[in-house]
């Protein structure tokens, strides 16, 4: 919607700058979390079939986001309620969107499943013949208006990131690269969400 092709993407201009030193696939999904991304077919597709040298994850966000409606309300929102209360019901909760997280807080991905799912992809990645690298790259800082719309968002992205830092530590290949510290107080290199990487961060992980 802010006009990232696919060819703006990190992914597609590391592609483009190694030329054919490197093949990249570039796996990235709308609402990915760390549960999908280890399920039995994408680890099978995306991991085994890949077999990479290098691999490179970036899951949290979406995980970590304080939610007004979790995954389960969502089911029985879109099939039990009729949209006239349906439409109701989710303009309530997003009203008081800073008071249902603090008291009601939700994630799509709890930190300690986070950690137990992180944990797999990683095992799975590092019995990859060829596996040679593995990048991580952490969570974004949000921005102010994301902070005070949804309460405790900043402590999950904390939290969250540092169950990313300490799997992080758990290989010699394993390397991580901190855009959590880059963002800082810097919202400029964040979309108007305030969650996705603008063009300017794009270009610095694929510096990096």
């Given at each position: 919607?802010?006009?990232?092709?696919?060819?703006?993407?990190?992914?597609?201009?590391?592609?483009?700058?190694?030329?054919?030193?490197?093949?990249?696939?570039?796996?990235?999904?709308?609402?990915?979390?760390?549960t999908?991304?280890?399920?039995?077919?994408?680890?099978?597709?995306?991991?085994?079939?890949?077999?990479?040298?290098?691999v490179?994850?970036q899951?949290?966000?979406?995980?970590?986001?304080?939610?007004?409606?979790?995954?389960?309300?969502?089911?029985f929102?879109?099939?039990?309620?009729?949209?006239?209360?349906?439409?109701?019901?989710?303009?309530?909760?997003?009203?008081?969107?800073?008071?249902?997280?603090?008291?009601?807080?939700?994630?799509?991905?709890?930190?300690?499943?986070?950690?137990?799912?992180?944990?797999?992809l990683?095992?799975?990645?590092?019995?990859?013949?060829?596996?040679?690298?593995?990048?991580?790259?952490?969570?974004?800082?949000?921005?102010?208006?994301?902070?005070?719309?949804?309460?405790?968002?900043?402590?999950?992205?904390?939290?969250?990131?540092?169950?990313?830092?300490?799997?992080?530590?758990?290989?010699?290949?394993?390397s991580?690269?901190?855009?959590?510290?880059?963002?800082?107080?810097?919202?400029?290199?964040?979309?108007?969400?305030?969650?996705?990487?603008?063009?300017?961060?794009?270009?610095?992980?694929?510096?990096?």
């Amino acid at each position: 919607e802010d006009g990232i092709s696919i060819k703006k993407t990190y992914a597609y201009q590391i592609q483009k700058e190694l030329k054919q030193s490197y093949y990249t696939l570039n796996f990235s999904k709308r609402g990915n979390t760390t549960t999908l991304q280890t399920k039995e077919q994408y680890l099978y597709d995306e991991v085994f079939c890949a077999n990479s040298n290098v691999v490179i994850v970036q899951l949290g966000i979406v995980d970590c986001c304080p939610r007004i409606i979790s995954l389960k309300e969502a089911k029985f929102i879109k099939y039990i309620l009729p949209n006239r209360l349906k439409n109701i019901y989710i303009n309530i909760k997003s009203k008081y969107r800073q008071q249902f997280t603090k008291y009601f807080p939700k994630v799509y991905v709890s930190k300690k499943t986070f950690e137990s799912n992180y944990r797999l992809l990683i095992s799975k990645i590092l019995k990859g013949d060829n596996i040679e690298k593995v990048i991580l790259i952490n969570i974004a800082k949000t921005n102010d208006r994301n902070k005070s719309r949804s309460y405790g968002f900043e402590r999950n992205i904390a939290e969250y990131n540092d169950v990313i830092k300490k799997l992080s530590k758990s290989s010699k290949i394993i390397s991580l690269i901190d855009i959590n510290t880059v963002s800082q107080n810097n919202s400029s290199f964040l979309l108007k969400d305030g969650i996705h990487i603008n063009l300017e961060m794009h270009g610095i992980l694929k510096d990096k």
